[in-house]
């Protein structure tokens, strides 16, 4: 009986990578894990440490470690950008597909007839002669402010006026009207001066970004500051080109290998024969139920997001990512203690999110990956040019058909035989 899990510090990236002069000059100095190293060099994360991360990060500044017994490697990205969904996917054995680019401005035509056509009360938004749509007086649609501009669409929505069911709904009918790469429905019990049924707190968060060109282009509801987080969230991602079944979990489950997924990953996963716990941002929670039910379960694929360093790096606020970063340490160690020699454990991120960056964007960094087995030592996992390796290797590992994308890490397969 074996277990692999796979634990995703979500935006902990370990420096810029090759690429980014050429296709995104803005996070041209990126390195998330560095930095905060520089920023808190007395402070320690034992058992990230002890995982090997500073064999990654290699700072000089840190009182942080070199674990010469470590297994650890770096991976690049192989999806444009850095986001999330696609990091996700991409982990998951997808092979990235270039995203398609669409201000809203391109896009809300299209989406507003078919909601139209399919019986749904639309309205514009006007300022600055962009639009947005308000649909259902509850759901209010327009571009992504935190992922590359034109790559998403954001449909926030007051659960007072419109519930979750019917969002994910009218996020199905959006979905089929528009094609850029990743739509996200998300909201929460919003109330505006005790007001459950206004909407004035969303509309009060609408911001307008420029385009290439100087000229407003953008126009969306900054996530944060809509209240949404705050009380009762639910998120549904909508992705565009992912094949479900070239993917680990549906891989594994033609083995009969159960899958569990905690916090964003299951949000943004397919898991259909599996367990999911959505909307799960807390990251003690996180590693509750992770704990849970490897306590419970001696064999199957676990996978869990820590969406809070993500979020830290938004705001732009290391301490905060900082005091994340010292849960999620407590919650590996936690797991750690009762691992087997069966099991094999995979920390690593999705994409950076370097909170010293001078903007609130993700940033496209390489990501760590830091191997723990009883069995293993010293391994030098190298540089892997997707992350795709690790859904190769988890595929591998219980001897499934291998992802679409991705080569296993033979070292850690061969364990197990």
């Known amino acids: 009986m074996a277990r692999f899990i796979v634990v995703v510090l979500d935006g902990f990236g370990v420096g810029e990578m090759p690429d980014v002069a050429e296709v995104r000059s803005q996070d041209c100095g990126a390195n998330t894990a560095s930095k905060l190293f520089s920023h808190f060099p007395l402070k320690r994360l034992p058992m990230l440490e002890a995982l090997g991360l500073q064999n990654v990060v290699q700072n000089p500044d840190t009182v942080m470690k070199c674990n010469p017994d470590a297994n650890v490697g770096i991976a690049e990205l192989a999806h444009q950008g850095g986001d999330t969904f696609m990091g996700h996917q991409e982990i998951m054995g997808t092979c990235p597909k270039p995203p398609l680019i669409q201000p809203f401005q391109q896009a809300f035509a299209e989406i507003e007839r078919v909601l139209q056509a399919k019986g749904y009360k639309v309205e514009r938004i006007y300022k600055q002669s962009l639009v947005l749509l308000l649909v259902e007086d509850g759901v209010v649609i327009g571009d992504n402010l935190e992922a590359d501009l034109g790559q998403v669409y954001n449909l926030t929505c007051n659960f007072n006026v419109v519930s979750f069911d019917k969002l994910r709904d009218i996020a199905d009918v959006v979905r089929e009207a528009n094609p850029v790469s990743r739509n996200i429905a998300f909201g929460g019990n919003i109330e505006s001066q005790s007001d459950p049924l206004s909407m004035q707190r969303i509309f009060d968060a609408i911001e307008i970004k420029n385009g290439a060109d100087g000229t407003p282009q953008f126009i969306g509801v900054n996530a944060p500051d809509s209240g949404a987080y705050e009380n009762g969230f639910q998120v549904m991602h909508l992705g565009y080109g992912v094949d479900a079944k ?151 590992y219980f001897s499934a058909e291998l992802p679409e994308n991705g080569t296993p890490i033979k070292e850690l397969v061969d364990k197990q035989k």
Not at 259 to 272: E, H, M
Not at 332 to 360: W, Y
């Open 246 to 396: 070239t993917q680990v979990p549906w891989l594994l489950h033609q083995r009969g290998v159960a899958t569990w997924l905690y916090g964003k990953v299951a949000d943004i996963v397919q898991n259909p024969f599996g367990r999911s716990y959505l909307s799960v941002v807390d990251t003690d929670e996180v590693f509750r139920l992770l704990n849970q039910d490897l306590h419970e379960h001696q064999h199957g694929f676990f996978c869990a997001n820590v969406q809070e360093t993500d979020l830290s790096g938004h705001q732009q606020d290391p301490k905060q990512f900082w005091r994340v970063l010292e849960k999620a340490d407590k919650g590996l160690a936690s797991i750690i203690e009762m691992l087997n020699e069966e099991d094999v454990l995979i920390v690593m991120a999705d994409h950076g999110n370097d909170p010293f960056i001078g903007h609130t964007k993700h940033t496209r960094e390489q990501v760590p990956v830091l191997a723990y087995s009883t069995e293993v030592h010293s391994l030098n996992i190298g540089q892997r040019k997707t992350l795709s390796d690790v859904g190769a290797t988890v595929c591998a």
